[in-house]
């Protein structure tokens, strides 16, 4: 077990989350509710299990924090109220601002538009993929 | 030829769905020897029973058949209705046409032939019913308990309380069982000697009770309200009505290296000892198999010591014979040792310990004076792994361990894991599990408390090797929820080893004739409906000899056992169940067989002397049955290779006239 190991990580995922990865139960409602299950390496209640061994590293090098859709269907179904969505966008955050780099520019985005998307997609794009 | 009654029940739309209840009967009131032929919604209704009544006295009925749901469910129903009117209860058959018709089919046509099959069985049988006599038997006023653990002493306070005498057998020196050495309580955390001397001491102090400690059972003969059982008084050695408990003796005692069973061998006692402070008789005890004085003759320092003369090396076993109209099974489990499991390194690492070894190395009266330290080298341990499921739920094929979930060791591990991390909370503590198995008032709550509020590591997998290197334990497990190998170095590993009934409970329930499973719990006589009582009748278990079980339930199901047998106690005589076998003696040969089959011991032999020709006469040795004792199996009817036995009620006639009637079509 790593539970030393980025204790720092942890630590700040915890904090700016605000949530109790010991609450889960394990059930798994999170990751069968999850509309983005099949573009997800690591599911919503892998991101609980993980954060809580302090893997903060495997989650932050993998492509699912940007796949989650931050629908928030997993914190609201969750039995226990761990709110996993608030895990993954904490994660998420403590790679961007890390890095100092933003997972996209702005002017990537008009080319990505199309007129399906929801006018809400783009404004929460611009808060999930840049600090 | 009986004039016979038929009265076929609707059950509603159970029976009458499937069956046509008209056609039933209209085909029974052709049968001979029928009078009257009814249907009615619900014969078991007031006024269902008021109509089988009325028909009784008008067409003045010497048998009655009911077509309708089990006999289990109502034949006492239908019995007693009958009895009112003057009919003997026994003059009445059910015809089960709701479980043995209705409920498995679905076809009408052949539902209803099948009723009427039965119908016509019923009223065969009832040609040759004879009316039957309960007999009565009286009841001696007194219980046996046999095991003073909590289970026991709670069975034994509460009849007590009702005012009747009970007696507790215990083998050990001391009633208080496994609780005694029990540290806490789940799932308040109550101290467990903080709640069970008190009620060693109402035990001690009840005028009611009396204890036979550090004895055993040697017999028991008799039956149900007349049992006589002989007790082994094992020789103590030290005489009980002087011993004031002053513990004189066992710290004068020149034998200093005794292992102390009360604190799992972890340290030592005197070969003259008092289990532990609050023991209940405190009277001491000379362990005969480490006394120098006993095995050599030499010492007698205890005996010098000892300022009343209470010591006495001459001391014999006592047999002492006593009357109780009930028993209550009370004998309680042990923890299975886990030394065949090779893997988890019990056998060969000292530090690692099962979970009671742990409850009394955090006992304030402990080894250690409640410090948690590690058994090899007196370490605090910073590194704890628990494994549960240790000789549970295993194949029972390839006896691995015991096919049963032990139930208790879900919470106990919940609760040392919980007391560590309280006390010493720069311990890691890990859980191993298969299943987190907590329903119970506050139990889940619990559990969740050791997780969420004190941080204990559960994780989902099982160890698979403990290795000692160098003064640490190297556990390595799996991580089944991430995928995982697991490498944990630890430094105290403990084992939550499965619940198996104590050793001497096969003995004593083939001496109670009561039955047992295959892994030696005592059998209830319904699983659902007669939890607590063996299906020999006089017989009640209490606590885990029944199954496992924690403390509260332990402490309901022997306040439940107390409730039976004082409502058996309560009757003045009882009245037996007239359906018995019965032995025709011309018939007999004497062979033994239907004695050899009965689970009840109702039969014996004697020597008779029988009528010959030409005015002699002959001894021969010919069967007779205890209708008290005996259940009405007809195991015994079976056997008997000459046809002397028959079961009243049940009788070889009655049961072949059933089956000529379901034959002929």
């Not at chain 1, 179904?77 to 100092?100: S, Y």
């Not at chain 2, 078991?44 to 003045?60: D, F, P, V, Y």
């Not at chain 2, 204890?211 to 009980?240: P, T």
């Not at chain 2, 402990?366 to 590690?374: C, E, I, N, V």
Request: charge should be neutral; aromatic fraction near 6%.
């Amino acid at each position: 077990m790593s539970h030393n190991k980025n204790a720092a990580a942890v630590e700040e995922v915890l904090r700016s989350s605000g949530v109790d990865v010991r609450k889960c139960m394990r059930c798994g409602k999170c990751t069968a509710t999850c509309p983005a299950f099949d573009e997800m390496e690591y599911h919503p209640h892998q991101f609980v299990y993980m954060v809580e061994k302090g893997q903060i590293d495997k989650l932050a090098a993998s492509d699912s924090i940007y796949r989650c859709l931050s629908c928030f269907a997993c914190m609201e179904r969750c039995p226990r109220q761990v709110e996993p969505a608030k895990l993954i966008e904490a994660v998420r955050l403590h790679v961007i601002r890390a890095k100092g780099a933003n997972h996209l520019k702005p002017e990537q985005i008009p080319a990505m538009l199309d007129e399906d998307l929801p006018q809400q997609a783009i404004a929460s794009a611009f808060r999930k993929y840049s600090k | 030829m009986q004039r016979i009654g038929v009265f076929v029940c609707h059950c509603g739309t159970n029976i009458a769905a499937t069956v046509d209840v008209k056609a039933v009967v209209e085909a029974l009131s052709h049968e001979p020897g029928v009078v009257f032929a009814t249907d009615y919604q619900y014969m078991c209704s007031e006024s269902g029973q008021t109509l089988m009544r009325e028909a009784i006295r008008e067409h003045k009925l010497g048998g009655v058949v009911v077509c309708s749901c089990s006999p289990r469910m109502h034949e006492a129903t239908f019995r007693k209705a009958a009895a009112k009117e003057g009919l003997n209860p026994y003059m009445v058959e059910i015809a089960n046409i709701r479980e043995q018709v209705s409920w498995i089919h679905k076809d009408i046509k052949e539902g209803t032939e099948k009723a009427i099959i039965l119908g016509r069985a019923a009223i065969a049988k009832v040609h040759l019913n004879q009316p039957l006599q309960a007999g009565e038997s009286p009841v001696t006023k007194r219980a046996l308990v046999i095991g003073g653990g909590i289970a026991g002493i709670q069975t034994a306070l509460d009849i007590a309380e009702a005012g009747f005498e009970v007696d507790i057998v215990e083998k050990e020196p001391t009633i208080g069982g496994k609780m005694a050495q029990i540290d806490k309580t789940f799932p308040t955390l109550d101290c467990a000697a903080c709640i069970l001397t008190p009620k060693m001491v109402d035990v001690a102090q009840h005028e009611k009770i009396k204890i036979f400690s550090y004895s055993e059972i040697e017999s028991v003969k008799g039956f149900v309200g007349n049992f006589r059982v002989a007790i082994r008084r094992k020789a103590r050695y030290v005489d009980e009505d002087k011993c004031t408990g002053c513990g004189i003796c066992t710290e004068k005692c020149p034998q200093k290296k005794v292992p102390n069973e009360f604190n799992m061998g972890f340290d030592t006692r005197r070969a003259v000892y008092i289990p532990f402070a609050q023991a209940v008789p405190k009277v001491a005890t000379i362990d005969a198999n480490y006394c120098t004085m006993l095995k050599t003759g030499k010492c007698g320092v205890c005996a010098k010591f000892c300022g009343v003369g209470a010591i006495d090396y001459k001391q014999q076993d006592q047999i002492v014979e006593r009357e109780y109209g009930a028993i209550v099974a009370a004998t309680g489990f042990n923890p299975l040792k886990p030394t065949q499991y090779d893997e988890l390194g019990y056998a060969t690492c000292a530090d690692v310990v099962t979970s009671l070894e742990l409850e009394r190395l955090m006992n304030a009266a402990g080894p250690t004076a409640g410090t948690l330290l590690r058994p090899s080298d007196k370490k605090h341990p910073h590194t704890i792994v628990f494994v549960q499921c240790v000789g549970s739920r295993c194949d029972a094929e390839n006896e691995k361990g015991k096919p049963y979930c032990s139930k208790i060791c879900c919470m106990y591990t919940a609760k040392h894991a919980m007391l560590i991390r309280d006390k010493y909370p720069d311990t890691e503590v890990y859980v191993f599990y298969i299943d987190v198995r907590t329903p119970g008032k506050n139990f889940d709550e619990f559990y969740r408390r050791a997780v969420e509020q004190y941080g204990v590591h559960y994780i989902k997998g099982q160890v698979g090797k403990v290795v000692e290197e160098n003064g640490t334990l190297k556990v390595q497990a799996s991580d089944l929820l991430s995928g995982e190998q697991l490498h944990i170095d630890a430094d105290l590993v403990v084992l939550a080893t499965a619940v198996e009934p104590d050793k001497s409970a096969r003995g004593i329930a083939t001496m109670l004739t009561a039955s047992m499973d295959t892994n030696d719990f005592f059998t209830e006589a319904h699983a659902k409906l007669r939890p607590v009582e063996s299906p020999t009748a006089g017989i009640f278990l209490s606590g885990v000899c029944q199954g496992p079980k924690d403390i509260p339930e332990t402490v309901s199901q022997a306040s439940a056992a107390a409730a039976k047998v004082i409502g058996l106690l309560a009757k003045d005589k009882l009245t037996c169940n007239p359906c018995v076998a019965q032995s025709d003696e011309l018939l007999c040969n004497g062979c033994s067989s239907c004695e050899r089959v009965c689970p009840y011991g109702a039969i014996t032999y004697s020597d008779k002397e029988f009528r010959g020709p030409n005015r002699t006469t002959l001894i021969r040795r010919v069967a007779s049955v205890n209708p008290a004792v005996c259940q009405g199996c007809g195991a015994c009817t079976v056997a008997c290779p000459s046809g002397a036995m028959d079961l009243k009620g049940f009788s070889n006639r009655q049961i072949m006239a059933e089956v000529d009637a379901i034959c002929k079509m």
